[in-house]
């Protein structure tokens, strides 16, 4: 994302859609492949979901886990290291809520499935808190492709 041709035209197509433009590449095509490449992306892992994790296939089998994958991203500002570190610690939040489940405390086990997601809420809390988060400049904007901008 930082240091190769394609990371660095994502990035431009997410930040100064202008300057991409400049350089000759389309950056509505740009944003189109990504799109399609996380749709992609998303389509496998939900086949992993459904094919190696339960084996079968049931509605809302999520669980509102897309929910959090998008407060993920806001938590992480953007920077792929940062959702990778968020992913691991909702994973884990998961793990605990099974241990302290297999362990037979006396906690709610509504509680417990609601911890990860309780985390989740903690997280983008803390995030606007401290205001680090660094959205795309882009973020929203249309881009028309004409001098004036």
Known sequence: MFRTRLGIMLR?????????????????????????????LAGVGGTQLSVAYTHS???????????????LVIFASWKPARAMIGAYLFGAAQALQLTIQQQGLPISPFFLFMLPYLLT???????????????????GKVFTGDAGG
């Open 12 to 40: 431009a197509a997410g930040e100064r859609e202008e300057v991409l433009f400049a350089s000759g590449i389309n950056p509505k095509l740009v944003r189109y492949l990504a799109v399609l490449a996380g749709g992609f």
């Open 57 to 71: 296939w049931v509605e809302n089998m999520t669980q509102g886990r897309g929910v959090v994958a998008v407060a």
């Open 121 to 139: 809420l903690a997280a983008l809390l803390f995030v606007e808190r401290k205001k680090i988060s660094l959205t795309p400049e882009a973020l």
